[in-house]
């Protein structure tokens, strides 16, 4: 009876098997689960392709007393947008053909229930030659008071939520016909898990199995219904624009509900914060796209003036001297794959700054990578072309004080843009060509 219910244990390891990748290297390139723009689904079913990492295919569950062995597994995640580093496989149901139990030692027949415990699949990091495989950590989320059990005769085996030892490799798999898919193998150890009666509990749960993820449409999840699904790394995101478009705009987006809450340029240090209502650069571009664009010749005032609004009425200048803004597209985010979010760097001529006059002292913004990101978004008009909007949110910009102005390393900048394309100028809309992320 002990040794049932140690398989039981070893069911338990089951919930896992969706699970366990090993945590990327330092070094290594993360991967991303990939699907077509249309998928809704993704379903995870049992791989029976016998020379896998069991060999029979099995979902196959071991411990010191003997194993727990079934030939069904399925669950399914719904995804939105176009790729993730995790997804997380619900409805959770492992058994054996035309029945609601596995196979234990003994012939006894244990049954395991997930109690709306999940997988949480991460895709890991990049392995092997080809850039389509992948290898990373799984755990286990169970709803507060909630396990995974594996009943057998007179025991049961209960499995909480946990990232057991282990990993999990998807291979992207490209059929000559239909639509590509992954597949996954687990290996996953020291599994925890607490025994009841005759079942005693242990942390060296071991769990090896195979299965397939396969996008959908919808249901039901029939080929024709069926999307492509792969491993590889998270998609880079580009500046894209007509062919004919020599110059792209940054102006000021004073749409309110940005991310400041009058779509004003704020630049804040510790002598206080700096205001101003429109702002202006360009770049130059050649080809039709690129990961990062220089935005030069840029100007921050209030409208009629040459200042801005600093504080206690004061009017400080901002000058560039030379000072440009790169943009990187960075990384795809959302839902629609028309958005990204990505770096900015300040760079300047060699001795120049970034510097901001107020009455008895300056403040200095040297050239640097600040923290935070901006936010780039695909924007399509009822009519006209295509342009983007960019919201800022800097953090950790490092800058010198002169006199009664004291320098820090946490300055902070929010504001908003609108990058236009022309094919020259001037910047007329007879001018205008279509500008997109990513």
């Avoid at 993820?213 to 792969?230: C, D, M, N, R, S």
Wanted: aromatic share 6%; hydrophobic share 25%.
């Amino acid at each position: 009876m002990g040794s049932r219910l140690k398989l039981a244990g070893l069911a338990l390891s089951l919930c896992c098997m969706y699970s366990g990748l090993v945590i990327p290297a330092a070094g290594a390139a993360a991967g991303n689960f990939h699907w077509t723009a249309s998928t809704t689904k993704l379903t995870a079913k049992q791989d029976d392709e016998e020379g896998k990492n069991t060999e029979t295919g099995l979902q196959v569950l071991g411990t010191t007393s003997g194993s727990v062995e079934c030939d069904e597994a399925s669950g399914e995640a719904s995804v939105t947008g176009t790729e993730a580093s995790e997804v997380t496989i619900q409805g959770l149901k492992y058994n054996n053909t035309g029945k609601e139990t596995c196979a234990g030692p003994f012939s006894t027949s244990p049954k395991v229930e997930f109690n709306g415990c999940d997988y949480r699949f991460a895709a890991g990091e990049v392995i092997g030659e080809t850039g389509m495989e992948t290898k990373g950590p799984t755990t286990i989320e169970c709803p507060e008071g909630k396990q995974i059990t594996v009943t057998a005769p007179f025991c049961q085996i209960h499995i909480p939520a946990q990232t057991p030892e282990g990993h999990v490799v998807y291979h992207t798999i490209t059929p000559a016909e239909g639509k590509h898919y992954v597949t996954a193998e687990a290996t996953l150890t020291g599994i925890k898990y607490q025994g009841t009666e005759l079942c005693s509990g242990g942390t060296g749960g071991q769990y090896k199995g195979n299965f397939v993820l396969k996008g959908y449409k919808q249901t039901p999840h029939e080929a024709a219904q069926q999307t492509g699904v792969e491993v590889r790394e998270p998609s880079s995101g580009n500046f894209h624009w007509t062919a004919s478009t020599t110059k792209l705009t940054a102006k000021q987006d004073d749409e309110e509900g940005k991310n400041t809450e009058t779509g004003l340029q704020v630049l804040g240090t510790t002598s206080g914060s700096v205001e101003c209502d429109e702002a202006s650069g360009e770049a130059s571009v050649t080809g039709t796209e690129a990961s990062e664009v220089t935005i030069q010749g840029l100007k921050y005032n209030n409208t009629g003036k040459e200042t801005c609004a600093g504080p206690f009425s004061t009017s400080p200048k901002v000058e560039f001297n030379g000072c440009d803004y790169r943009f990187a597209a960075g990384e795809v985010i959302g839902e629609t794959g028309m958005e990204t979010k990505g770096p900015t760097t300040i760079e300047c001529p060699e001795g120049k700054q970034i510097t901001v006059t107020a009455p008895f002292c300056q403040i200095h913004i040297p050239a640097q990578t600040p923290e935070g990101h901006v936010v780039y978004h695909t924007i399509t008009p009822a009519e006209g072309k295509h342009y983007v909007t960019a919201e800022a949110t800097l953090t950790g910009i490092k800058y010198q004080g002169t006199e009664l102005c004291s320098g820090g390393t946490g300055g902070q900048y929010k504001g908003n843009f609108v990058l236009k394309g022309y094919k020259q100028t001037p910047h007329e809309a007879a001018q205008q060509t279509g500008v997109e992320v990513p």
